[in-house]
């Protein structure tokens, strides 16, 4: 093997063992970058790089870098985060709590599909996983409990859940797929759509069968009987994030607007929701705008580290040596996909989402899209696998999430065993997207006719 194949091997090996230290992952990502330029440098191998290996080497990362962060599609990161935060701390999904409760919760399992149907809503309008799994576990993991739910049923619901955020638009993770692989975003926003209403479908079948087959695990709720009343106060509750939907994603769809300004619009819809609603006290919207700007800068901090990393990476033939194995096992094009697909599925056994987007997919993603299969529909699939990660241990972060928040007597096990259910789900819906592309494809297909 070529010197500077061994480097691109050490450079992945080495990224991987040091995420187990706890070092910011920004900081892993620019270091190694560092090191294994120096390394290059000082063993004479080419970089590949325009100027070929010389220290404007340096230049040329800045240069790169600078790209990053003048892109138009970034700006839509902020303006999502404020937007979910926004409606996390205004009290609009409580309302909405209350009223689906009234609804569904006289079913068996009904007060778990009541947060589903929630999560659902509030993965439209936020896609920020962290405030979804929290929100989630303060609103209904209380009242799942106090009806006799089982702990695990219970909180591996509020897990997954939570986690659709990241896939159903709009989706922060979405938007940073669509930058690394030069995507149009409204295409894997539309892409996505079926994928996430297949996923909370099964949530939701899964639970009336788990009511149904456990009754003892899922108990029906002491609900208050349904009236014009109750369901005046369920449309009012769902009048502000109907509004946010239509708002964003209605002007993606429909051509009024692109993503970036989209976002613009659903940070000022949230804006408005918020203050109307009134609740929010001045120290609070003070730590909206602070989360917000901390959330923004890890994930840039992050961006900056990998794209780094993966300029090196190349220039040490990392994506070559890549296709070559990828091309080399025994396997046709969709047990190539397949194999791509469970090496990302293990890895998010250890790597968070972040690092698997800015690094892994862009290196595959070229392979797949060589042997002919839809970039959208990959990138979707990707993404579906990619869901997986917060839920398996020990990196899964909506477990950490909610145990940070979760009442007395919910261990880490507990939740462990909870999600292993949801996991198992999330498999089946990404067979049946990988068997059925029309679920990804034929949106996007119908919006450019």
């Known amino acids: 093997m070529p010197v500077n194949e061994i480097l691109a091997v050490l450079m992945f ?14 900081w892993i990502l620019g270091g190694l970058s560092v090191l294994f330029t120096a390394l290059a440098i000082v063993l004479e191998v080419d970089l590949g790089l325009p100027t070929g290996l010389d220290w404007h080497y340096t230049s040329i990362t800045v240069d790169r870098i600078w790209n990053v962060m003048e892109n138009w599609v970034m700006v839509a990161l902020p303006m999502f985060i404020l937007m979910g935060l926004l409606l996390d701390r205004s009290g609009i999904a409580k309302d909405l709590m209350t009223s689906f409760s009234r609804l569904f919760g006289g079913l068996r399992g009904g007060l778990a599909v009541t947060v589903t149907l929630i999560g659902v809503l509030l993965a439209a309008t936020t896609g920020i996983i962290g405030a979804s799994v929290v929100l989630l576990a303060l609103l209904g993991l209380p009242v799942m409990l106090q009806n006799g739910y089982d702990k695990t049923l ?158 090196v990476l190349r220039g040490l033939g990392g994506d070559h040596l890549i296709e070559r194995a990828l091309l080399g096992l025994p396997f046709e094009a969709t047990g190539i996909v397949v194999c791509i697909l ?74 462990y065993r909870g999600v292993v259910p949801f996991i198992i789900l999330q498999l089946i819906g990404l067979v049946m997207i990988f068997n059925w592309e029309a679920l990804v494809t034929w949106l996007p297909a119908q919006a450019y006719g």
């Open 154 to 311: 219970a909180t591996g619901t509020v897990c997954a859940v939570g986690t659709l955020g990241i896939l159903i638009p709009p989706s922060i993770m979405l938007v940073l797929m669509a930058d690394r692989m030069a995507m149009s975003v409204g295409d894997l926003f539309m892409g996505a759509v079926f994928p996430g209403l297949l996923l909370s479908g099964l949530y939701v079948a899964y639970l009336l069968l788990y009511g149904l087959l456990k009754p003892e695990a899922a108990p029906a709720a002491k609900a208050q009987p349904m009236d014009w009343r109750a369901l005046a106060d369920l449309g009012r509750a769902m009048l502000p994030p109907a509004f946010l939907i239509l708002a964003v994603l209605g002007s993606i769809f429909f051509g009024l607007a692109t993503p970036t300004e989209a976002a613009g619009v659903g940070a000022a819809g949230a804006l408005l929701l918020a203050l109307l609603k009134g609740s929010l006290t001045r120290g609070e919207w003070v730590d909206v705008l602070q989360e917000t700007t901390r959330t923004t800068a890890f994930i840039f901090a992050v961006l900056l580290g990998a794209t780094a990393f993966s300029l």
């Open 13 to 26: 090996v080495s990224f991987i063992a040091l995420v187990f230290t706890g070092f910011p992952v920004a």
């Open 342 to 415: 469970l090496a990302t599925f293990l890895l998010g056994f250890f790597l968070d989402w972040i690092e698997l987007t800015l690094i892994v997919l862009p290196l595959v993603a070229p392979v797949v899209a060589n042997l002919g299969f839809d970039p959208v529909w990959f990138t979707v699939l990707f993404a579906v696998c990619l869901q997986t990660s917060f839920l398996t241990p020990p990196v899964g972060f909506a477990i950490f999430y909610l145990k940070g928040v979760a009442p007395e007597g919910i261990d880490v096990t507990t939740i």
